[in-house]
């Protein structure tokens, strides 16, 4: 059993090799709160989950650290615009964030540190470049020399002479134009930190080095982002990292987009689908089979279509559940391992389009074991498939998707209510046709079943009861 990975910096799929053996650490780059999350904002977050709980299936002890941004330019510009204080702004749209990432069924990270939380660590860290002749400070900036490092862009293959170093406002100082930004001399009226070289505050890149090597130290496994992170943030991390002495991330693993008539999606295009709108129409475990079953390093093209055409698959995969689960008379546990073959393509790069495959085709076979009436085929049908798609965390009889343990706060809990208050609802329309079935009113019965369905239920008799799902939209 090996794990293999594709690797950003190597540029190919590697043995996966722990620093430590039976553990792994993983930082991913996470929010910049200075709005609320779209779709493609947590796309990142759930494919790192899914790969965080492979790991954990495979036996690994995780520690898995995302940060939060909640200073930079963005989040100062919108706190000026709104009239707001910054500190306001960053904590509403974190609070966004968790609650988009918990109502898609991500686990919560072992740590989730903040950026302004750090201070002192960047400070030590600029110190310690500084000393050694890989920084300077200029007119209140801290500048990091890249020329000094020869190994700067060796992430994102670039020559150096033909490299345009993002810049922004007030950047004055430098030595050389491509150098970059660790710390940012004050602004009126913006929020500052004292430092030994005047007060201000850090850069976007300064700020993951530092956290990174505090909750991981100088050498960790796995460093995850968008692809958009490669070139400067990543690329930026490294320098800075390493110039300081660290080893650093020995994996670079990056996620594809999600896109909008082939762009990526995001806020400046004005083409972002919020996710708070999105669990309004859409079931979030739907939404999570839709953002989390193709292959993490492929891009998504947004579309209601493809949704629904995640909504029909899905649904067919939990039709066979609740329906063995119905034959079985009990709630039937995961069984202990996967299939072999739903492992193998996983082991291959998080390879989940192919372990998908493998659910689908054990799923028909337990929808033949139905059909034959053959309960221990189907039983035993039923624990693969949970096992499986509790690795993806798409077990429909997990807690999280059935309300039991789910937080009364955020979207997650919200939805939680929702769908109890739907399905008392829908049940007592069921109970009324029920009794109309039982003095044999087929006319009203059958009434009840088409008001039903035109409201967008599916009605399905079994032999325990009558039972109802979102129809096709």
């Not at 976007?204 to 100088?218: D, F, I, Q, T, V």
């Not at 329906?323 to 391992?337: K, N, Q, Y």
């Not at 929808?367 to 189907?378: F, P, Q, R, Y």
């Not at 809990?413 to 007592?428: A, E, F, M």
Request: overall charge negative; some cysteine.
């Amino acid at each position: 059993m090996t794990i293999r990975l594709y690797d950003t910096g190597a540029r190919q799929t590697r043995d996966f090799s722990p620093l430590v053996a039976g553990c792994v650490s993983i930082y991913l780059c996470g929010a910049t709160v200075q709005a609320a999350p779209h779709i493609g904002h947590i796309r990142s977050g759930l494919n790192f989950d899914i790969l965080r709980r492979w790991f954990s299936y495979r036996g690994y002890d995780v520690t898995f650290v995302r940060n939060v941004t909640d200073i930079d330019d963005k989040i100062i510009a919108k706190s000026a615009a709104q009239d707001r204080p910054w500190w306001a702004i960053g904590y509403e749209n974190e609070r966004a964030f968790n609650s988009g990432y918990d109502v898609l069924g991500c686990l919560p990270p072992t740590y989730e540190p903040r950026a302004t939380g750090h201070i002192p660590e960047m400070i030590e860290m600029m110190r310690g470049l500084i000393e050694r002749g890989h920084a300077y400070a200029s007119e209140g900036n801290v500048y990091f020399d890249v020329r000094s490092f020869p190994e700067y862009l060796q992430l994102s293959n670039q020559d150096i002479d033909d490299l345009r170093q993002p810049s922004a406002e007030g950047e004055t100082g430098k030595r050389d134009q491509r150098d970059f930004a660790m710390w940012k001399a004050t602004k009126p009226g913006e929020p500052s930190w004292e430092t030994p070289w005047g007060p201000g505050r850090p850069g976007w890149h300064l700020e993951c080095s530092a956290m990174a090597h505090k909750y991981l130290g100088s050498s960790f496994d796995i460093h995850g982002g968008g692809l958009d992170l490669v070139f400067p943030h990543h690329e930026n991390e490294i320098a800075q990292a390493k110039a300081y002495g660290d080893d650093f991330a020995q994996y670079w693993v990056h996620n594809a987009w999600v896109t909008m008539s082939g762009e990526k999606m995001s806020k400046s295009l004005g083409n972002s689908v919020l996710v708070s709108e999105m669990v309004k129409h859409w079931r979030p475990i739907v939404l999570r089979y839709y953002l989390g079953t193709p292959h993490y390093r492929s891009m998504i093209e947004y579309s209601e279509e493809a949704l629904r055409e995640a909504e029909s698959a899905f649904g067919r995969i939990e039709g066979f559940v609740q329906r063995a689960t119905e034959l079985a008379g009990h709630t039937v546990e995961p069984a202990d391992e996967v299939p072999p073959a739903f492992a193998e393509a996983m082991d291959d790069d998080l390879g989940v389009p192919g372990a998908l495959a493998i659910i689908h085709t054990t799923v028909r076979q337990g929808n033949s074991a139905l059909g034959a009436d053959d309960k221990e085929a189907a039983v035993a049908r039923l624990a693969e498939v949970r096992a499986m798609l509790g690795v993806l965390g798409l077990d429909p009889l997990d807690a999280h998707w059935t309300g039991a343990g789910a937080g009364e706060d955020g979207l997650d809990g919200q939805v939680t209510t929702l769908n109890g208050v739907v399905d008392k609802l829908v049940r007592l329309v069921l109970d009324q046709r029920e009794a109309a079935r039982g003095r044999k009113d087929w006319a009203t019965a059958d009434a009840i079943r088409d008001q039903l369905q035109q409201s967008g239920l599916l009605i399905e008799d079994s032999p325990t009861g009558p039972r109802w799902t979102l129809g096709p939209r």
